[in-house]
């Protein structure tokens, strides 16, 4: 196959596209992302707003220009934990394609998970060796997947969770910041999540941490001015230095982590909730270092369209 690819993935917060071929030359790909919070009140209505449809239609009008401009042959969009709990999906699916020409893939939580997997190992083995098995912690807005796996086959066990920041941050926070009676409900859902979950992360010789909520925290405990793709990409984290941010975070107001230089001000008001997964889950390891990767379930989507 000749020509870019585009692969589109609409979580719970984040848009994201990627066009252009992840295999050559990184100048020639370009990415985007747009935080339109699609997942707004599902967890409590089961419906997509209609200011979150809106919203998500201005980013995928302009992804769908980018992606003409490049002429793109092949395009892949794939949505996750919103549009798999919403009752009116199908209006979601109908608005992307009468802006993009083609209909949406809902992914499931197993197939979610391994691309996830497949964009993480693929991205952070260009960068150093992986020790297996690899854990892959991938934290989005309304879901959170744990995938286990050999860096050479692939995965080997994956669970998806119905616990992720905005979700938890909608379901439990009234506080800003955070009331230790709002701390204590969201640790009970996650830790129940976690107890309830196949996969057991002590049983990781690697952990690899993706997605937004994870790299955010990189760039908050590498003590970043501002957030850097290039310098969080593959870093190795203290899983103690990780855990100490989290108490930071959490005794801050929503304003106070909006003005952190490494912050993106539309994650500043559920990082407390992100930042709780994180802890809970970096809590079970075993290793006493967490890898973050940059590539997540984008890339993973790039190099299926790439390998189909």
């Known amino acids: ?23 050559g030359d990184p100048a020639g790909v370009r990415r985007e992302s747009r935080m339109i919070r699609l997942g707004q009140g599902v967890d409590a209505t089961g419906v997509l707003a209609p200011e979150a449809l809106e919203r998500a239609w201005v980013a995928i009008e302009e992804f769908a220009a980018i992606i003409r401009d490049a002429g793109a042959e092949r395009i892949r969009f794939c949505a996750t934990s919103a549009t798999r709990d919403a009752a009116n999906a199908a209006e ?21 998970a391994r691309l996830a997997f497949d964009g993480a190992v693929r991205g952070v083995s260009a960068v150093r060796p992986l020790a297996g098995p690899v854990l892959v912690i991938d934290i989005g807005g309304g879901s959170t997947e744990l995938i286990l796996g050999d860096p050479a086959t692939g995965p080997t066990a994956a669970h998806s969770m119905d616990i992720g920041s905005v979700r938890l941050h909608e379901r439990h926070v009234r506080s800003d910041p955070i009331s230790e009676l709002e701390i204590a409900a969201t640790v009970a859902d996650i830790d129940a999540a976690l ?19 994870n790299t955010t925290m990189a760039a908050g405990t590498l003590g970043l001015a501002a957030y850097d793709r290039d310098l969080i990409h593959g870093q190795e984290l203290a899983v103690l230095d ?45 290793v006493a270092t967490v890898t973050v990767a940059e590539t997540d379930i984008l890339d993973g989507i790039a190099w299926s369209l790439l390998t189909s």
Do not use: Y
């Open 195 to 213: 107890d309830a979950s196949p996969v057991d992360p002590a049983a990781a010789a690697t952990v690899l941490a993706v997605a937004g909520t």
């Open 242 to 286: 990780v855990q100490r941010l989290v108490g930071s975070l959490l005794a801050l107001t929503t304003a106070q982590r909006r003005a952190l230089g490494w912050m993106h001000p539309g994650r500043a008001d559920v990082i407390d909730a992100g930042a709780l997964i994180v802890s809970r889950v970096l809590g079970r390891v075993e």
């Open 92 to 112: 979601f699916a109908d608005g992307v394609l009468a802006r993009l020409g083609l209909r949406p893939e809902v992914l499931s939580g197993e197939e979610e």
């Open 1 to 23: 196959m000749t020509g870019p690819i585009a692969a589109i993935d609409c979580g719970t917060n984040t848009i994201k596209l990627l066009v252009g071929d992840p295999a």
